[in-house]
């Protein structure tokens, strides 16, 4: 890869961090179509964005069988998650969980930390939950819940082979300043 692009590609999270327009998550405006709309909420906000691919790049970082565990861990929790927000049913903190997903991801990344994979799918799980909630709640009602549930997770599952590309395209340095600048993202979304 050209390593002009990739420096690019690592600071986006940094960049489109500071675009308000897309810091204000969860529109949904004008979405009616169920896998459109699905596909679409992961994809309309930084948090979510920069979420899904700070766990591709970890899982890049870790290797071996974290590769396929840790993000499918997300995306079946998530989906999950996303089934009790349809259900209306609350869960607590879920903008928190959201943002401490980018804060806790980030610095995992940037400071190159490879936990077992148990304990880093138990970690992603936990911020899926939130995630998944977060679309299962805004899911535009003209929308089936089957179609726009798979949207989201056919989404998440792009987001996170974006995120392990980025992981296995640079160098280690360039992966950990991607994680410092999904981390510093985090805060700046929780001052907004």
């Known amino acids: 890869m050209n390593p002009v692009l990739f420096r ?13 327009v897309i810091a204000q ?27 899904m691919i700070a766990v591709g790049l ?8 974290a590769i396929w565990l840790v993000p499918s861990s997300f995306v079946s929790i998530m989906v999950l998650g996303g089934t009790l927000g349809v259900l209306g049913i609350q869960i607590p903190f879920i903008e928190e969980g959201i943002l ?11 400071a190159g930390i490879r936990l ?7 970690i992603v799980g936990l911020f899926a939950l939130f995630h998944g909630h977060a679309h299962g709640m805004e899911m535009p009602l003209a929308s089936g819940a089957i179609s726009y549930s798979l949207g989201f997770a056919l989404a998440t599952a792009s987001l996170h082979g974006l995120g392990f590309l980025l992981g296995i395209a640079g160098s280690g340095t360039l992966a950990r300043l991607a994680g410092g600048a999904i ?5 700046y979304l929780a001052l907004v």
């Open 8 to 20: 690019f590609l690592a600071l986006l999270p940094g960049i489109l961090s500071l675009l308000p």
């Open 25 to 51: 998550a969860h529109t949904g405006a004008g979405q009616t179509e169920g896998l459109a709309a699905g596909f679409g909420h992961p994809l309309g906000g930084a948090d979510h964005l920069l979420a």
């Open 58 to 65: 970890w899982a890049a970082q870790m290797g071996g069988s």
């Open 100 to 110: 401490a997903s980018l804060l806790v991801l980030g610095m995992l990344i940037a």
């Open 116 to 122: 077992p994979v148990f304990v880093s799918a138990l």
């Open 183 to 187: 981390a510093l993202s985090g805060v």
